[in-house]
Every structure is written in C-alpha cells, then in structure tokens.
C-alpha cells in the first residue's frame, strides 16, 4: 500500500503461532471492518496472503503471510499518529506478537540450525523501521556465518527493514560470497534497496 507522506505506519507485529485465514478474517469481522483488499499468492512481492481492512476514518489495519520466513503479520497505516500507537498497544495486548526482545533473545537462543534460520528471518521482518544496533548485530552475525543457510536467512533479512547499513554488507556478499545464489540474492535486494 503507498504511504500518505502524513501518515504513520507501525512496526510489523509478528503474531505466535496464530493467524489461519478463518482466524484472521474472524477477527476483521468481529472488529466490524470494511475489507479494502483480500489477496493471495501475490508472488512478486513474496506474500502468501494480504488482506487489509478500514478500521477507522484515515487508519488501516494490514495482514499478510510473508513467504520466506512464514510469518503472519500486522501493520497499521494511517493518521494521526496517536491513533495507530493505540491500535497497535491493543494489539500489542489482545493478541501478544512478539516483542522487540523476544525477536533477539529468539536468535541468541536458537537451538540447531533450522531454528536459527526462522528466528533471523523473523527477526528481520519484525525489526523496527529505524536502525537498531542490537538487530543490526544479529543479523549482520548471520550473514558472516559459516553455513550458507544461515547466510540466506541474514541475506533475505535485510530486505525487510532496508537500512542503509546493510548495503556494505551486501555488497560485499554480491562480490565475494562463495556460493553464486547468495551472491545473486544480494544483488537482488540491493536492486530493491535503489528502488
């Protein structure tokens, strides 16, 4: 969805092991809010799902299932500001995604590789629109790591928060990374970073 300039837009509230479709639409139903889009399978963009309501005069409330890293998210667009900080609060506190730690400690405490893959991605998708050091250092962690699935899943995670603090990282990977898919993969989001 293109930003109004004015508007304000949450962070990506990723939600735990909740969000089959019927749960989801049932939720926009109880809310009592017009669909403005109900989508699947937009490929391009890597979404599985994308559904988006008006839950307010100016404030829209986004869902989608992302296909890389699985996660089913929240985003809330609109104006004014105070508006959307309490929609997502109630979010925050009705339906429990994770928080900002949660996503890091998940990385730190990763047991075994597949679940080191899911928690950088989902650390990616759920960082905070503006530079954080402390998701910055995990995620740059993984795109230095030995196996190359974990660098896959540090490689995609820069494509969700899109800090320019990635860009030597991924430059470096699309020059020198061993395995030619990596190196196609960074050249293919810094191409969406200059977009």
């Known amino acids: 969805m293109p930003e109004n300039p004015e508007s304000y837009t949450s ?9 089959s479709e019927e749960e989801v639409m049932q939720f926009g139903a109880e809310g009592n809010w017009e669909v403005l889009e109900d989508d699947s399978f937009d490929i391009p963009e890597g979404i599985v799902r994308n559904v988006m309501w008006r839950v307010a005069p100016g404030i829209v409330l986004q869902y989608a299932v992302d296909s890389r890293s699985r996660c089913s998210v929240f985003v809330i667009i609109g104006s004014p500001e105070d508006s959307v900080q309490r929609l997502q609060e109630s979010i925050e506190r009705n ?29 990616g998708v ?29 490689i995609w995670a820069t494509a969700y928060s899109r800090w320019p603090e990635f860009v030597p990282l991924l430059t ?3 020059q020198q990374d061993p395995v030619e898919s990596l190196r196609r993969d960074a050249r293919i989001i810094l191409d969406h970073y200059a977009e």
């Open 172 to 174: 470096d990977v699309s």
């Open 11 to 19: 962070r990506r509230l990723i939600l735990k092991d909740w969000g």
């Open 95 to 123: 339906l429990q995604p994770w928080t900002l730690k949660e996503l890091n400690t998940a990385v730190d405490r990763a047991e075994g590789r597949e679940d080191l893959y899911r928690a950088v991605l989902r650390a």
């Open 126 to 154: 759920g960082a905070p629109r503006e530079f954080d050091r402390k998701f910055f250092k995990r995620i740059k962690k993984s795109i230095l790591d030995s196996d190359a699935r974990i660098r896959s899943a540090g």
